[in-house]
């Protein structure tokens, strides 16, 4: 990853926060965007940028400072409980906005960055999407399905341009966001531990994923070693798809 420019969304914790530091841990220089600043206070070897990944003005004048791009990996997302009928229409265009829309302002912006020399743009999806229904997630599975229609089409138009686009699918992990989820969850099952026994459960492996191992295919997928990839979707959910 030497003299590579590496930019992760959602870098402050969880999935995003793992790609970031394995990507520094390789020698990339990596911007690290989070729309919270508490969670990029401790970041190390990397340059922490606070913005709003749905605003487009804030985006691009971000990339403006930017010389090039060489990887950019992108996890912004927003999980909506409930199926389409609890899902408020001020609910679904705040995950629609969250997670499809900021890959759109994202990605455009990158691209500008990648069409002289090439480079390699991760999104973040889900297994739950168009790859698998899951109860209560309408909308999340919605805007993820999305996010891989985005992604193949990226990966078509700009194969001229030796840009690759490729998306990961993580199983259920280990993380903040996952663990607001259980709170919520515990409030309804009587417990956070008994809501925490019900996501392992559904797990064939019988325990959550980590964010590291996520990490390393967002790194592969970043890396020259993945330089024939592009235009695939990676499920990497411990056996929920088998």
Known sequence: MKDKIAVVTAAGQGIGRATAEGLAERGA???????????????????????????????????????????????VGYVHHGTIEDCTPDEWAKTLNITLNS??????EALGKMKEHGGSIVNIASVCSSVKGFANRAAYGTAKGAVIGLTKSVAIDYLPYNIRCNAVNPGTTQSPSLNERIEA?????GGTDKALQMF???????????????????????????????????????????
């Not at 890959?103 to 455009?108: D, G, K, L, N």
């Not at 969850?185 to 099952?189: D, R």
């Open 29 to 75: 220089t990596v911007y690290a965007l989070d729309n919270n600043p508490d969670t990029l206070k401790d970041v190390e070897n990397m340059t922490p940028v606070v913005v709003d990944c749905t605003d487009a003005n804030a985006v691009a004048e971000f990339f403006a400072t930017l010389p090039r791009v060489d990887i950019l990996v992108h996890g």
């Open 200 to 242: 392992i459960d559904r797990q064939p492996m019988g325990r959550l994923g980590t964010p590291r191992e996520i990490a390393s295919m967002c790194i592969y997928l970043a890396s020259d070693d993945s330089s024939y990839v592009t235009g695939q979707c990676f499920n990497i959910d411990g056996g929920t798809l088998i």
């Open 185 to 189: 969850l515990g409030k309804e099952v």
């Open 103 to 108: 890959a759109y302002v994202v990605i455009r």
